[in-house]
């Protein structure tokens, strides 16, 4: 495939990676994001996302094919545009605005033989009962006739050293041969390994499928963490010694419930789409959402008795949280379950504070006071909870503080238990 001209609309942790190598592949790139705040770092050669730092971001911005926009009026003619908009739940319901205004919006520009991609996650259909409608009626042309169409589940695993977007395989696909066949095109010159499905629906279901899964399975040992503890057994050993096994197992962690966009949320996006289509329950879904999220329930029950233990009531008692972001070596705080934790720790009346240099000041919950992660941080806290075991963050400063590890991460010590 020759140089193109490539938009990628959202620069998140989708987009960004996604417009970057692109750019490295010897395409022209213009990154849209719609907040201005975001989109002048980015052209300052600023990074807000862990998996691209600013040096990389310098570099490709120094060969002067990589330009960030605002306003899709300053896009310019593009021969690929790729979506990698948010796709948020709504009173529990898909919420694909983003997703209908970035269409609409491109559609003003788009031209016989342009490609769009999809890649934000959704139910299956959305790319031809929703995308191409909106697509044909806005430009006036036909979708597979005069423009193509495809979708591309992302795979991106923020704070992942092994997998990366070049060395993840990539499943595409399209509306029809055409698309399709365009789709694999561009995609093979980004990424080691381009996976063809036979259509839209089936790329779709496949990244559900992956998020399904890993949510069923994480519900899975989380309900059984708590009846490990409830029934005096090790659980975190138990895991262990059950990953000897060499088939039929994979091990899964417990931890305080599950966040980000991916696990509180896709699953959601299949079960209201069976729900709508079928006019049946996904019950292994509605299940694990259940189980995952009162996890935070759990922490606190714990943290409750771990303060009366130490003969103090959780009201006026200061309590410090490590790590807000929903994973590891993330600055990303969307559904986490920190936020559930501060809530009901509030509404027993402790105070609470936090530190994780990861999480933008921006993005701060409300009603938690930031600490800076020194060693001496929490000596005036009552109570420390572990929920995100960053690596940059120094687990010393913990020292002499009643500890509840909802990682395992830290040494056995007489004042930490762990979840």
């Known amino acids: 495939m020759r140089e193109k001209n490539i938009v990628v609309i959202g620069q998140g942790y989708v987009g960004l990676p996604l417009a970057v190598r692109a750019v490295e592949a010897g395409h022209t790139v213009t990154g849209l994001d719609v907040d201005e705040r975001r989109a002048a770092a980015l052209a300052a050669g600023v990074s807000y996302v862990e998996d691209i730092d600013s040096e990389r971001l310098g570099a490709i911005g120094a060969t002067g094919r990589y330009t960030v926009a605002s306003d899709y009026a300053d896009l310019p003619e593009w021969d690929i545009a790729v979506v990698t908009v948010p796709t948020p739940l709504r009173d529990a319901r898909p ?77 595409v696909s399209g509306v029809d041969a055409r698309s ?71 091990p899964f962690a417990p931890g305080p419930g599950v966040g980000g ?8 996006y299949l079960s209201w789409q069976v729900r709508r289509k079928l006019g049946r329950t996904f019950r292994f879904i509605e299940l694990a959402n259940d189980v995952n999220e009162h996890m935070p329930d759990h922490v606190v029950r714990k943290v409750v008795s771990m303060l009366n233990d130490g003969g103090r009531a959780v009201r006026g008692s200061r309590i410090a949280l490590v790590g807000l972001a929903y994973k590891k070596n993330s600055g990303d705080v969307r559904e986490s379950p920190s936020v559930r934790v501060i809530e009901l720790l509030r509404d027993l009346g ?60 830290l040494a056995p010590a007489p004042m930490v238990r762990s979840l």
């Open 95 to 171: 919420d694909l605005r983003f997703v209908e205004d970035a269409c609409r919006a491109l559609a003003s520009s788009l031209r016989r033989g342009c490609l769009v991609v999809l890649e934000s996650t959704t139910y299956p259909g959305t790319t031809e009962e929703l995308v191409v409608p909106i697509l044909e009626k806005a430009s006036g042309l036909r979708a597979g006739a005069e423009f193509l169409v495809g979708y591309s589940p992302e795979r991106i695993d923020p704070g992942n050293a092994q997998w990366n977007l070049v060395n993840t395989p990539k499943v």
């Open 180 to 250: 399709s066949a365009a789709v694999q095109d561009f995609y093979a010159t980004l990424v080691d390994t381009v996976v063809p499905v036979s259509g839209t629906r089936e790329a779709e279901l496949t990244k559900l499928l992956e998020n399904t899964f890993r949510h069923v399975n994480i519900a899975l040992v989380n309900e059984l963490a708590v009846f490990a503890d409830e029934l005096g057994i090790d659980v975190w050993e138990t895991i262990r010694a059950a990953s000897t096994k060499p088939f039929g197992f994979m």
């Open 261 to 268: 966009h991916c696990l509180p949320v896709d699953p959601s």
């Open 350 to 409: 402790a105070e609470v504070v936090g530190v994780d240099p990861h999480v933008e000041e921006h993005l701060w919950p409300d009603f938690i006071a930031r600490r800076p992660p020194r060693t001496e941080s929490f000596e005036d806290c009552d109570l420390a909870v572990l929920l995100t075991n960053h690596d940059d963050v120094d687990a010393e400063m913990l020292r002499g503080v009643p500890t509840f590890d909802t990682r395992h991460a």
